[in-house]
């Protein structure tokens, strides 16, 4: 659905109106890192006496929610400053909203999801995005520019909390037990920490391109990062929701905590590699396709954002791994070298070279140093050897390579073509190849995956009583 509504909204929308509303969104998303307080990572992570830790959790949420929005309002025009565009200032504002409905929607939705009851969450998120799409398409439609997508995403938010509250019947009583306030801020802190360390790795090329490149350079930056997040970036996000839980379950389990770290990084790499690979190829053809020429800048940024986006994907779980492990610690230091390499080289890129394109490839670069500094400490902390974690990684990559040879050779053969014609038929090979070449190689892992997908589309039969 975001996807989609993406797509229609490219096309209706100005660069700039992406890049000015992206401004105000990377305020509000820095900031909601805090406003979680990792409050909802604590209530997944504590398993005794639930009732005392929901209603602690659930004021103190709402405290903090209130907080960050007062904070927002009243700080929102140095925003405007900073971005050298007044038009912030109201966006930032009308967003700060987020905050209270947030503080209002996390403990219902960290219950479905500490319960691994994903059929029933998947309601409210699906009307989250589709609320976000249609409102905003239809606000755009009439005219409104910018402020189309800051309703459809408030649009968005206040229909999914309608639906929690729905669906979740638990609901708070006023008391809030102190053993459990630091109990949760003692875990939470270091959530926050390595939330904000992340937040800052994943976006401040938006801070850089904002300020140095100006709202439309960033309006086609935020178009050539939204495909590859929405595919591989976000797909990681969905599935890690479903590991943290699990994970937990297996704490204090080695054994079979590392058995699923090594599967589900196995999963995973068997999506995310062709999508990474296959995006990078068919840039060119896709945002011709999708988008029109009105954004034929995005192609060169795309095709280094899907590496990014791949890389991250291969070590997405190990940080799922450190938190059920409790390593929340070793987290953090990661993330903070991970920033101190990044944060320089991105200020470089966009104010001497000047260029969203040097840009994405600077992020791809230090993605792919982060992606291995990963996998190297969780298999120490997962007590696996490197060996283990490549053989589980080889057969998606070798597939992978074999798949990009016969997407680069179907692209050149239909060079004449219209993009149209690449597109379907560049996806086509490289999907029929790399599924090939996975079966041939590695079929256990694909019947797995294949009947685990047959299974979770299946109705389920009922249980005599």
């Known amino acids: 659905m975001v996807l989609i509504s993406t797509v229609i909204l490219a096309r209706l929308l100005v660069k700039s109106d992406f890049g000015v509303v992206s401004f105000a969104l990377l305020i509000i998303g820095f900031l909601d890192t805090i406003n979680s307080a990792g409050i909802s990572s604590a209530l997944i992570y504590y398993q005794d006496d639930e009732n005392a830790l929901y209603n602690s959790a659930f004021w103190l949420n709402l405290a903090v929610g209130g907080v960050m929005f007062a904070g927002t309002w009243l700080l ?13 200032v109201s ?59 800051v309703i459809g ?7 999914s909390l309608i639906m929690y509250w729905i669906i979740v019947p638990w609901r708070p009583k006023f008391r809030m037990t102190i053993q459990w306030i630091r109990t949760i801020f003692s ?18 090329d938006y801070l850089f391109v904002g300020y140095f490149l100006g709202a439309a350079a960033l309006g086609v930056y935020t178009i050539a990062f939204r495909i590859p997040d929405l595919l591989i970036v976000q797909f990681c996000s969905l599935v890690g929701r479903v590991i943290f839980p699990v994970f937990v379950k297996f704490k204090d389990d080695p054994e079979a905590l590392k058995a699923a770290f090594l599967k589900t990084m196995n999963y995973v790499s068997s999506i995310t590699i062709p999508l990474g690979l296959g995006l990078m190829l068919v840039s060119k053809p896709f945002v011709l396709t999708v ?20 890389f991250l994907s291969l070590a997405y779980n190990a940080t799922h791994a450190y938190k059920a492990r409790g390593a929340i610690l070793l987290m953090t230091s990661i993330s903070t070298v991970r920033a101190a390499i990044l944060i320089p080289a991105l200020w470089w890129a966009s104010s001497q070279i000047g260029s969203i394109e040097a840009i994405a490839w600077t992020h791809a670069v230090i ?19 490197l060996a283990s974690i490549m053989r589980t990684l080889r057969s998606p990559l070798i597939a992978g390579a074999v798949m990009s040879v016969v997407v680069l050779g179907i692209l050149y053969l239909t060079s004449s073509l219209f993009p149209w014609v690449q597109l379907i038929t560049g996806i086509a090979a490289g999907a029929l ?16 995956i294949w009947l685990m997908f047959r299974t979770s589309i299946s109705p389920q039969p009922k249980l005599n009583q």
Request: hydrophobic share 55%.
């Open 433 to 448: 190849s790399y599924t090939a070449i996975l079966v041939w190689i590695q079929k256990d892992i694909f019947m797995e």
């Open 91 to 149: 966006f930032t504002q009308a967003l700060a909203f987020v905050f209270l409905l947030n503080s209002l929607e996390d403990i219902p939705k960290a219950i479905l999801t500490k319960n691994l009851s994903f059929k029933v969450k998947f309601l409210p998120d699906t009307l989250h995005a589709i609320f976000k799409g249609v409102v905003s398409i239809l606000f755009a439609m009439m005219g409104f520019g910018a402020w189309s997508l």
């Open 367 to 385: 993605a792919f140093i982060g992606c291995s500094i990963n996998i190297i400490m969780a298999g120490r902390v997962m007590n696996t050897s």
């Open 153 to 159: 995403h408030l649009a968005g938010a206040f229909s």
């Open 187 to 204: 875990y939470g802190i270091g959530i926050v920490a390595t939330n904000l360390l992340s937040y800052i790795l994943v976006n401040i």
């Open 291 to 310: 988008f029109t020429n009105k954004w034929s800048e995005a192609i060169p940024v795309m095709r280094a954002i899907a590496l990014y986006a791949l």
């Open 76 to 88: 929102a025009p140095l925003a405007g400053n900073y971005f050298d565009d007044r038009r912030v």
